[in-house]
């Protein structure tokens, strides 16, 4: 059984969403689930399942970085039978075209990790990308429910302070915004045959240094969740 996560099997739903925030994990469950059950606590992970307009879902906080989702992806996956995994957490935005509090939903995941190669060897540069029928799902939900998106391609940095990387570049060949999870959560749904996609809010902006507090990151990012979960339900 999984080596992070306390939950028995059938407790954790086949539709799971992912912040890196536990307490945002915390904070999905108590607002738009109905009775919301915590199955872990397990280094403060907090994890809940509860149901969202009849159907199961559960919130697994994840943690900051590529090794960390990775971990809760896999047992997700392997110990627990997750069949689509949402990302939703926040991004830096790099493209002129978005801005602070909008919405983004990752068509794929470039990224500076070592782990294509670690998995494909020299040579290979795998593409991450989303799963296109939550992709769509997600994209029509938004606009059923009147929330702007953009969707485009991110970049998963391997490190938060960065300071070699051109990102000007990367915004030049379309990258519009950037934060630390989503090509590991791509490459090991594709591994493992099951869907996921990533669903992001603009927290801040790399370019004209437009930020957000650290208690709207945590609590204020409903339009994210609504997309993500209006998603799940109907793909």
């Not at 469950?29 to 199961?56: I, M, Q, S, W």
């Not at 590529?66 to 809760?72: G, H, K, L, Q, R």
């Not at 957490?89 to 990752?106: E, F, I, K, Q």
């Amino acid at each position: 059984m999984s080596n992070h996560l306390e939950a028995k099997m059938g407790d954790i739903a086949d539709t799971v969403l992912m912040p890196g925030d536990p307490l945002r994990a915390k904070y999905i469950a108590e607002t738009f689930l109905e009775n919301p059950v915590c199955y872990n606590k397990v280094r403060n992970a907090f994890g809940y399942t509860g149901t969202y307009k009849g159907h199961r879902i559960s919130v697994q906080g994840t943690g900051m970085g590529i090794p960390s989702i990775s971990i809760y992806a896999h047992e997700l996956i392997n110990d627990y039978g997750a069949k689509k995994l949402f990302r939703v957490g926040t991004a830096g935005g790099m493209s002129p075209d978005v801005h602070v509090r909008d919405v983004v939903l990752a068509q794929g995941s470039t990224t500076d990790s070592a782990i294509i190669h670690n998995v494909f060897g020299g040579g290979i540069y795998y593409a991450t990308l989303s799963d296109f029928g939550l992709l769509d799902a997600a994209y029509h939900a938004a606009k059923d429910m009147q929330i702007p998106v953009k969707v485009g391609n991110i970049l998963a940095e391997d490190r938060f302070y960065n300071d070699e990387m051109d990102r000007q570049k990367l915004v030049d060949y379309g990258v519009i915004a950037t934060e630390m999870e989503s090509a590991a959560l791509f490459l090991i749904a594709a591994k493992y045959h099951v869907k996921a996609l990533s669903v992001l809010t603009i927290s801040n902006h790399l370019v004209t240094g437009e930020s957000t507090s650290p208690e709207e990151r945590e609590t204020s990012f409903n339009d994210m969740i609504k997309v993500a979960l209006e998603a799940a339900i109907a793909e």
